[in-house]
């Protein structure tokens, strides 16, 4: 297994544009999470899915993010009408959880989105 | 709600020195502590873990943190640093119970920059 996969690894927008990411988890995990990460800054929790159901968003999603686990597989988190405050890492998590119990999250290495 | 503070900032040290980190959270609920490590260019990668049980926990390199319920800390310590040991330090709490989503909240991290 490669663990989290995210792509791209880099991504410079214009103002106003649209981006998506892409997450695909390690294999048989039913969490993903995404976090945002600025400069400075821990990581910052957005969204978790638990296969392909969306069970909380951060107040820090606005409606411009909205983000997808179809088949409970990849994810895919996209930004619409990118602002210079969207620039950050994003991070992508999972994790396998059975029965409520604390298993460990493994991150990928997060894509970089810079707005210009 | 939860929150985590990470004192300090930096902590610049000498290699071969002693080195302590210091995590403070505030929970209404009981909550996992955990310590992730990022190195340059790197993903987030999960040091060690406090779930239950001795109140002093370890990593495989010599990493030791304290669970410290009255104080609601967790210090990260070594006695002992390496050059490779250079990197950013993000402590982490992770609510438990039946509702237990793996969701964690981040400190704002501490960059442990050892000198030879």
């Known amino acids: 297994d490669t663990g989290v996969s995210q792509n791209p690894r880099h991504k410079i927008t214009k103002r106003g544009q649209n981006v998506t990411f892409r997450c695909d988890p390690i294999?048989?995990?039913?969490?993903l999470y995404w976090y945002r990460q600025t400069l400075g800054q821990g990581p910052e929790f957005l969204t978790y899915?638990?296969?392909?159901?969306?069970?909380?968003k951060s107040r820090l999603l606005s409606d411009r993010f909205s983000a997808e686990r179809p088949k409970g597989s990849f994810s895919t988190l996209e930004i619409q009408r990118t602002e210079q405050g969207d620039s950050a890492m994003y991070l992508c998590?999972?994790?396998?959880?059975?029965?409520?119990?604390?298993?460990?999250?493994?991150f990928g290495q997060g894509t970089r989105l810079t707005v210009v | 709600a939860q929150s985590v503070t990470q004192l300090d900032s930096q902590v610049p040290v000498f290699e071969e020195a002693p080195v302590e980190l210091r995590c403070n959270y505030s929970?209404?609920?009981?909550?996992?502590l955990f310590w992730y490590v990022q190195y340059p260019n790197q993903g987030l990668q999960l040091l060690l873990k406090?779930?239950?049980?001795?109140?002093l926990v370890e990593s495989i390199n010599g990493f030791e943190a304290e669970f410290n319920k009255s104080q609601t800390s967790f210090h990260l310590r070594k006695p002992s640093v390496h050059i490779s040991d250079t990197a950013e330090y993000f402590c982490?709490?992770?609510?438990?119970?039946?509702?237990?989503?793996?969701?964690?909240?981040f400190g704002q991290g501490t960059t442990l920059q050892v000198k030879p």
């Open positions: 998590a999972s994790s396998f959880s059975a029965s409520g119990q604390y298993t460990e999250a493994f």
């Open positions: 294999s048989e995990h039913n969490r």
């Open positions: 899915f638990q296969n392909e159901a969306q069970l909380e």
């Open positions: 929970s209404s609920v009981s909550v996992y």
């Open positions: 406090y779930l239950s049980g001795s109140t």
């Open positions: 982490a709490v992770s609510p438990r119970g039946s509702g237990n989503t793996g969701k964690l909240i």
